[in-house]
Structure formats: structure tokens, C-alpha cells
């Protein structure tokens, strides 16, 4: 069970992360990038963030191009905490694919 502080954490963590992404894909028209959840360790060292991409085609390419920034985008997520966290947990990035596992549900109930 997630306490109290660590969902606000989480929420605080999502709501900076999807501003960063926000900006970051104001330059490529078409894409999408929304966090969707911040899972925080307990000792807040670890923040898996999963993301939810648009279109879903290019989702593993931009998630890789993710991955290979994360150290930046820690910097950018550190620059925007310092003054609510002490230390900012290390990122982990994974793709949340819920609303595709949804879409194909309702495609197999509409047949």
C-alpha cells in the first residue's frame, strides 16, 4: 500500500514530467507524449514513469530516444523539484499500453 506522501510525489513528479514532454514535442507535429502513472520506491530513489505515446507506431523509437535523454531530462525535472525534494529519484521509463490493450477489447466485443 502507497502512503499518502509517496501519491503526492508521484502526482508531483507526473504532473513536471508531462510539462517537460509537453515542450519537447512542440517541435514534431503529430506526436503525443502524456504520463499516465509515477510509481515512487519507497525510499524515493527509483521513479518509474510510464508514458503513453501518440501514434503508438512510433511509440518504441520515442521511447528510446527517451531513454538515451533520461539523464537530461532528470537535470530539467530537478531544476523544476528542488525546492519541494531533496533528491530526485533515478528515472525509469516504460510504455503504458492499457489504451491499446483497451482499444483491441472493445475491437473483439464490437465483432
Same mark, same amino acid.
Do not use: H
Given at each position: 500500500?502507497? *502512503?499518502? #506522501?509517496?501519491?503526492?510525489?508521484?502526482?508531483?513528479?507526473?504532473?513536471?514530467?508531462?510539462? !517537460?514532454?509537453?515542450?519537447?514535442? &512542440?517541435g514534431?507535429p503529430g506526436?503525443?507524449?502524456?504520463?499516465?502513472?509515477?510509481?515512487?520506491?519507497?525510499?524515493?530513489?527509483?521513479?518509474?514513469?510510464?508514458?503513453s505515446?501518440?501514434? *503508438?507506431? #512510433?511509440?518504441?523509437?520515442?521511447?528510446?530516444?527517451?531513454?538515451?535523454?533520461t539523464?537530461? !531530462?532528470r537535470?530539467d525535472?530537478? &531544476?523544476?523539484?528542488?525546492?519541494?525534494l531533496r533528491?530526485?529519484?533515478?528515472?525509469?521509463?516504460?510504455?503504458?499500453?492499457?489504451?491499446d490493450?483497451?482499444?483491441?477489447?472493445?475491437k473483439?466485443l464490437?465483432?
Amino acid at each position: 500500500m502507497e *502512503s499518502k #506522501r509517496l501519491n503526492k510525489i508521484g502526482r508531483l513528479l507526473q504532473k513536471e514530467l508531462g510539462d !517537460i514532454f509537453q515542450k519537447q514535442t &512542440q517541435g514534431m507535429p503529430g506526436t503525443l507524449i502524456s504520463v499516465s502513472t509515477v510509481r515512487v520506491s519507497p525510499d524515493l530513489s527509483v521513479a518509474k514513469a510510464y508514458l503513453s505515446i501518440f501514434p *503508438s507506431e #512510433r511509440g518504441e523509437e520515442l521511447l528510446e530516444a527517451i531513454r538515451t535523454n533520461t539523464k537530461a !531530462i532528470r537535470y530539467d525535472l530537478g &531544476q523544476r523539484v528542488r525546492n519541494q525534494l531533496r533528491i530526485i529519484p533515478d528515472l525509469s521509463f516504460f510504455i503504458d499500453d492499457s489504451l491499446d490493450y483497451i482499444e483491441n477489447i472493445d475491437k473483439l466485443l464490437n465483432k
